[in-house]
């Protein structure tokens, strides 16, 4: 009596979900699985989402699935890595600035930019009313605590163990957070298709030199990170005909002057002519030093020159 009381509970339980007994007491394998279909299709609990298109949307949860990603390719995995035992710093020197931007053909020649896109940029400064201009090359940080690696969903940008922050356009969804989140405006985003895209279309991917281009991604300065594996300096450092730009390993406190070939020590570089860098209070801690604009070896003639300049 127990038992068949039990039965008819057991019954009565899963007519209520959809499923049904045949005679010998046994749940029909096809209802199972429909009821778990019925149960899969009702609505859950949503979340919001960001499409690549820059909308947000709305989707239940209960669709949402992992994102199957294949392996990392040879390029891919060592431009993660970097080079070990390397710490690369750059030194610009704008007492010697003179607003030539070989350094900005350099940069767009080598990485696939057309000549509005800029991942270095000279700018016209001035300090204060009564101080005298001076131009001031501007390429990413590479910050030691960089807080565009900290907003990307996914991955995308990282720095690598040689100081070097770079992008992985394979992983880039342009969603942008990181260009929102770098205080030094140092990324630009691929609106458009890149320059000479049929070109480059069968080029296999080298996250070092970020070629092809891609759009609907982010683009930065790499500090030609293709070229450092060759032993050889920055385009943009190589590229300058007046002595601007030093670049070196702070690991062996050596830089190297890109017009000159002359390498001095990094630190004596830094300390003797008052070197510092970009923002220090926000604690990004840039690999990108500055030197004063005293003593310089031309004359400033950009749009800022007037008569208050010259007193």
Same mark, same amino acid.
């Given at each position: 009596? !127990? ?6 509970? +057991? ?49 239940? !949860? ?23 035992? !390397? ?13 030539? +931007? ?7 020649? *080598? &990485? ?5 896109? *800029? ?10 009313? *009564?101080?005298?201009? %001076? ?6 940080? &590479? ?33 942008? $957070? ?8 140092? +990324? ?25 281009? !891609? ?7 790499? $500090? ?6 060759? =032993? ?13 730009? %030093? ?9 190297? =002057?890109?017009?000159? *070939?002359?390498?001095?020590? $990094? ?5 003797? =002519? ?14 990108? %030093? ?5 003593? +310089?070896? $031309? ?11 010259? &007193?």
């Amino acid at each position: 009596m !127990k038992e068949e009381t039990s039965n008819n509970s +057991r019954r009565k339980f899963l007519k209520s979900v959809g499923l049904t007994v045949g005679a010998a007491g046994v749940v029909s394998g096809f209802s199972l699985l429909g009821a778990a279909k019925a149960a899969a299709q009702e609505p859950g609990e949503t979340v919001n989402l960001l499409t690549q298109d820059g909308q947000l949307v709305q989707v239940d !949860k209960n669709q949402l699935r992992p994102t199957v990603t294949g392996p990392l390719t040879e390029l891919q995995k060592r431009g993660r890595e970097g080079i070990a035992g !390397k710490s690369f710093v750059m030194v610009i020197d704008l007492s010697k600035c003179r607003n030539a +931007r070989k350094c900005m053909d350099a940069c767009q020649n *080598h &990485h696939q930019l057309r000549p509005d896109q *800029h991942h270095i940029n000279v700018l016209q400064m001035q300090d204060a009313e *009564h101080t005298a201009p %001076y131009f001031m090359p501007k390429p990413c940080q &590479h910050c030691d605590n960089p807080p565009c690696t900290k907003v990307c969903p996914v991955d995308a940008t990282f720095k690598r163990q040689d100081g070097i922050v770079l992008i992985d356009n394979e992983r880039c969804i342009g969603c942008r $957070f990181c260009i929102a989140a770098c205080p030094y405006s140092a +990324r630009i985003f691929q609106w458009t298709e890149p320059k000479d895209a049929e070109k480059y279309k069968n080029l296999t991917y080298n996250i070092e030199a970020n070629v092809p281009q !891609k759009k609907g991604t982010v683009s930065k300065c790499l $500090f030609s990170a293709d070229r450092l594996r060759e =032993n050889k300096l920055p385009s943009c450092v190589s590229s300058c005909p007046n002595g601007v730009y %030093y670049f070196g390993d702070q690991n062996e406190d050596a830089v190297t =002057n890109g017009t000159t *070939h002359e390498t001095v020590r $990094f630190s004596k570089l830094i300390e003797e =002519n008052a070197g510092y860098t970009l923002m220090p209070e926000l604690g990004t801690k840039p690999r990108v %030093y500055y030197l004063p604009p005293k003593n +310089r070896a $031309f004359e400033f003639n950009g749009d800022l020159l007037n008569e208050e300049n010259l &007193h």
